[in-house]
């Protein structure tokens, strides 16, 4: 692999030789919700020796309504981003959408993760290989994981190596996403870190309420199998209520299941670490 954890000097335990996670609530929604996730994230994954990496995109800008809840303001939403950050000492990720919007969150995370939707948009890669930062690149639904190496190019085209590939599902007809799990060691072929996206890839989308639907019984099944076959990072997103999330609250993992969750992952990891 080309990347290293030397990008992310504020990751802990960085030589556990375990997966590391990105987790958090889909979208910040307040500072009083993010902080108590973040801090509860970081207990558990002190724990059991997981590099942690804090989640939260500052807006949504794929929402399927024009009515549904899409930020509390731009500067507002990143500033709690690095204020969690420097609180804790942990790095943050967040989704950019276009080109203009990657130098301003580069000033506020860690981590710059490019949407599914837009992984083939050129300019907003380019921009984002421009900052410096750790690049996170979703996989589109539409997408082989062999053709991902086109996106990692353009990222590339700007000197930065510091790139993450995300596997997060292919669309299934028009309502329901499958993972094959061959694009994890077909992705890695490409030279770099290949998480698994285990809330994401259980969305049900284009419900005909305009709400996307999901199938969140299943995460810890995807989250197994993910593991099992060597990913190197697991993405989820986790909420106290995923009821009453703004976002995304369909295929959230509640909080309170976390920690069980990952210490079934941990122990798959070990049994991996041995072949």
Known sequence: MKFSFDQLPRIKHPGSNNFFLLAGPCVIENEEMAF??????????????????FKASYKKANRSRLDSFSGIGDKKALSILKDISKKLDIPVVTDI?????AQLAANYVDVLQIPAFLCRQTELLLAAGKTGKVI?????????????????EKVQSTGNENIWLTERGNMFGYGDLVVDY???????KIGFPVIMDITHSLQQPNQTSGVTGGNPQMIETIGRAAVAAGVDGIFLETHPQPSTAKSDGANMLPMDKLEKLLEHLVEIRKVVNRF
Request: hydrophobic share 45%; aromatic share 6%.
């Open 36 to 53: 108590p996730i973040a801090e509860q994230i970081l207990k558990i994954t002190d724990r059991l020796k997981i590099p942690f990496i």
């Open 97 to 101: 959408h276009s080109a203009e919007e």
């Open 136 to 152: 996170n690149i979703k996989k589109g639904q539409f997408v082989s994981g062999q053709a991902m190496r086109f996106a990692v």
């Open 182 to 188: 061959r694009n994890i060691p077909i992705m890695q």
